[in-house]
């Protein structure tokens, strides 16, 4: 049995995000979401059903389509987890603007 994937795993791949950056201006179908790419439709078939397995994308079925679209509350989970790092880097860049601050005052 495959163990479940991660939603990070999922888009550490350059295809991913760039399927994951064309959703998030609408919801698509598979063949319009393969146009974009010069990759095969089963590969990007593939890349939708990674994604979808980790919940960033919902197939919703319209007619005789299935449309892809982004779940905004698994993306929201992601930038959840990026933001205790913002907390740090902001933090940094602060602490080093202070230093560069000094060393300009000391200078004049």
Partial sequence: MEARRDIFQA???PTRRAIIMLLAVGSMTPN?????????????SKHLQILTECRILKQEQQ????FYHLDINKMKEIDQWISQFRKIWESRFDQLDQVLTKLKSKKK
Avoid: P
């Fill in 63 to 66: 007619g005789r389509e299935i």
């Fill in 11 to 13: 888009i550490a791949d």
């Fill in 32 to 44: 319009g979401i393969a146009e974009h790419f010069n990759s095969s439709r089963q590969a990007v």
